[in-house]
């Protein structure tokens, strides 16, 4: 997407990505930028940078920053819900023992992690910061509990389809 700015020089190669290929660059760049830098630090420029992108596929894609961020913190809950999942599925089915499993799996990698810790907490400090990320703001917070509750098994028991990984969705 880069044109060296001299004009004389040979141009940049050109790789054209499918549109999930992109949205997947952005939304991981984003959370890499959250996670080490924080929210203040984080701007469309530098999510772009880390992604290989022009700054306009962010507004192309999620139509702003605020909208790239919710769905950074949409795919990351997916994926630390798949993996909570994983571990209340290989529990017995006793609710003392899927809120074990729950908890325990909450503590031990990949959701114990340093770089997830921090993007977490970035996550956290923006819910004061706008009405766009009280949203966000409210999701975790009821997303730890529907988390507690499915764990316990009072919510998505065998009777229902529906999952705690098939929410986040």
Not at 60 to 75: K, N, P, W
């Amino acid at each position: 997407d880069r044109v060296p700015d001299d004009k004389s020089g040979p141009r940049a190669k050109f790789t054209r990505e499918l549109p999930a290929v992109r949205r997947r660059a952005l939304i991981e760049a984003t959370a890499r930028c959250l996670a080490e830098r924080g929210h203040a630090a984080t701007s469309v420029r530098e999510v772009c940078a880390r992604a290989g992108v022009s700054p306009g596929l962010v507004r192309h894609y999620f139509g702003g920053i605020d909208t790239l961020i919710a769905e950074t913190y949409r795919s990351i809950g997916s994926h630390v819900a798949e993996t909570l999942a994983v571990a209340l599925d290989a529990a017995e089915s006793t609710p003392e023992a899927r809120l074990r499993a729950f908890i325990d799996a909450s503590f031990r990698p990949p959701v114990l992690d340093p770089d997830l810790l921090s993007l977490w907490l970035s996550f956290w400090a923006l819910v004061r910061r706008d009405e766009m990320s009280s949203i966000v703001g409210l999701l975790f917070l009821s997303t730890v509990a529907i988390g507690l509750f499915y764990a316990a098994g009072l919510m998505w028991g065998e009777h229902t389809s529906l999952s705690m990984v098939e929410y986040w969705r």
